[in-house]
């Protein structure tokens, strides 16, 4: 990234998120111009007591003066408090507003945004980008205001005294520039890289902890002791060099700092010997050389800090910037939907691929659903069952071809609209670490708990509901630890009861239940699928024979529709399913007798 685009991303910083404070900041930089100017009256103030306390034995300044300290220091540290409570709201509420920004923004993105990016990398941009450009941009406002202003008021002070040994001081600092420049650059281009690292690291981490059970039955630690500190390896080795590189601008500004005091020493201390000025003048002239050096050397490490904010600011705004593809119209056909009789969904030479594959994974597809009708799709592992039901509610947008419920494209209907009419039970189960309510009504902002508890009665809930001491106040854990796989499928299928859509969408519902529960959920779901649009699949294909029609998928196509009985008949790929599958289930049989 060259000046150009780091002064542009500064700017949009300025503009969203610092400049809504302008009162505070106002009021702070107010402040560091009081610190300023008590920072070069203390300087100035080493005159009159070495000139006039110790030299010339004045008794009315040795009770002014000790006033004068004490009132600077007072005005100094009120400032220094507000300074620093205002920049810290300031720099906080930036933290906080960036976040929010990101999570607003993130939560609108696609689906296949999440499938290009792991979740490690976008839990670090969140905590560790975030933090590094906040810090960055207050210290770059700090340092550029306050240390700008207590360097200028001590060049005041110096200039005050002695003009030409001034000129000499400031002659000395501009040499560190261009190496501390540079210094910079390389500290950009590390810090991004240690952030990439932290990514891994965070998401190599949730993958471990979260499959610790499966680590454990491979006696794999090992082997993910190796990864995740190979990982740890990486940020050290960054780290460290970030502040090999980092540590030179110290000493560069030293040595410097060094050469500039001698200087002044030599020149200052021969014209006190020829009395060409007094000891007070000269020592009031050296503090005020030695108290700029430290505002001097935070402004030249100023490029450093800022580099590295700046190298986090760039991931940051990937997420802000990123745009949806599938978005609202500004005039949706709501109001026409509403007004349909028959929903009849249509599928129209439909095809997809994952924008991270060339392979097409559905093709022209071909299929109406009349409402309120049954289907069921199956088809070998791969054929695109899943991907065709998420084209549904609109998770992906097909590439070529529609999707038209009542003869209105679903892109023509707001999101919100159209996803309140499909109620979705997966194979992958997600519940939150809330109570049991929490997750059955997730999605319901107005719900009554008898809806609720007729609803989990409907989905055979109750059976464990009632073995827990606080029922459906029960916190259930991390993605549902505390349950078994049956409960938390069970706990889904009641979430689609609650929903109510007329459109219910079903992948691999029961996968995870007995056949004494499978049984009961079948029961269940029947009641459900009473008049509504439902598709489903299923790997056990007996839960699917009542079916109106089966669809199978072959390779991304419509291979053959038809009822459970005719496909038997004239479908070789039905007929292998249901054979393999029978053939399974004896087996298991034979096993358990």
């Known amino acids: 990234m060259d000046k150009k685009d780091t002064r542009e991303i500064i700017k949009r910083i300025l503009k969203d998120y610092i400049y809504q404070h302008k009162t505070k900041l106002l009021v702070s930089f107010f402040c560091m111009a009081l610190i300023a100017a008590a920072t070069a009256g203390n300087a100035w103030l080493m005159q009159p007591v070495l000139d006039e306390i110790f030299i010339n034995k004045n008794q009315k300044l040795i009770f002014i003066i000790p006033i004068i300290v004490f009132l600077i220091a007072l005005t100094k540290g009120i400032a220094s408090y507000f300074q620093s409570i205002l920049m810290s709201f300031v720099g906080y509420k930036m933290v906080a507003q960036i976040q929010k920004d990101m999570f607003e923004n993130l939560i609108r993105c696609d689906l296949s945004y999440f499938n290009q990016i792991n979740s490690g990398t976008l839990v670090s941009r969140f905590i560790s980008d975030v933090g590094s450009i906040s810090r960055g941009i207050h210290n770059v406002i700090v340092n550029i205001i306050k240390d700008s202003l207590t360097f200028i008021f001590l060049v005041g002070v110096m200039f005050y005294h002695d003009t030409k040994l001034a000129v000499i001081s400031l002659f000395i600092f501009p040499l560190a520039i261009y190496p501390i420049s540079r210094i910079g650059k390389r500290l950009r281009k590390i810090s991004k890289n240690t952030q990439v690292g932290f990514g891994l690291l965070t998401s190599k981490l949730a993958e471990s902890i979260g499959s610790i059970k499966t680590i454990k039955s491979f006696n794999n630690e090992t082997h993910e002791t190796q990864k995740i500190s190979k990982e740890i390896d990486n940020i050290f080795n960054l780290t460290f060099k970030s502040t090999k590189v980092n540590s030179i601008s110290r000493p560069l500004m030293e040595t410097l700092g060094g050469l500039a005091i001698a200087i ?90 994952y924008n991270s594959s060339d392979k097409l994974i559905l093709k022209d597809i071909n299929l109406e659903i009349l409402d309120g009708e049954k289907i069921a799709i199956v088809g070998y592992s791969g054929a695109g069952k899943t991907t065709l039901m998420n084209l549904l509610p609109r998770f992906f947008d097909p590439n070529k071809g529609q999707i038209t419920i009542g003869g209105i494209n679903i892109k023509n209907l707001s999101l919100e609209f159209l996803r309140n009419h499909f109620s979705l039970v997966s194979q992958d189960i997600v519940l939150f670490d809330q109570t049991l309510q929490y997750n059955v009504s997730y999605g319901k902002d107005r719900v009554l708990k008898k809806d609720i508890e007729l609803a989990c009665r409907k989905a055979n809930c109750n059976e464990f509901i009632n073995k827990f001491p606080n029922k459906l106040n029960q916190q259930i854990g991390e993605d549902g630890t505390k349950l078994s796989g049956g409960q938390k499928q069970r706990v889904a299928i009641a979430r689609a009861f609650l929903k109510n859509a007329p459109f219910l969408l079903l992948d691999e519902a029961t996968s995870s239940l007995d056949s004494k529960s499978e049984s009961r959920i079948n029961k269940s779901l029947d009641s459900l699928m009473n008049n509504r649009t439902t598709l489903v699949i299923a790997h056990r294909l007996s839960t699917i024979i009542n079916a109106d029609r089966i669809v199978i998928l072959h390779n991304g196509r419509v291979a053959d529709i038809g009822t459970h009985k005719n496909l038997l008949k004239k479908s070789v790929i039905y007929k292998d399913l249901y054979e393999l599958q029978f053939k399974n289930k004896n087996a298991k049989k034979n096993t358990s007798t």
């Open 264 to 353: 002044i020493i030599f020149i200052g201390g021969s014209q006190v010997i020829m009395e060409q000025t007094t000891p007070g003048t000269f020592f009031s002239f050296l503090t005020a050389l030695l108290m700029a050096y430290q505002p001097v050397k935070s402004l030249a490490t100023l490029n450093a800090t800022l580099q590295i904010a700046m190298a986090s600011a760039e991931r940051i705004f990937e997420i802000l910037d990123e745009q949806p593809q599938i978005k609202n119209l500004e005039r949706t056909e709501d109001h026409k939907f509403k007004s349909i009789k028959s929903q009849n969904l249509k599928i129209s030479n439909l095809s997809f691929k």
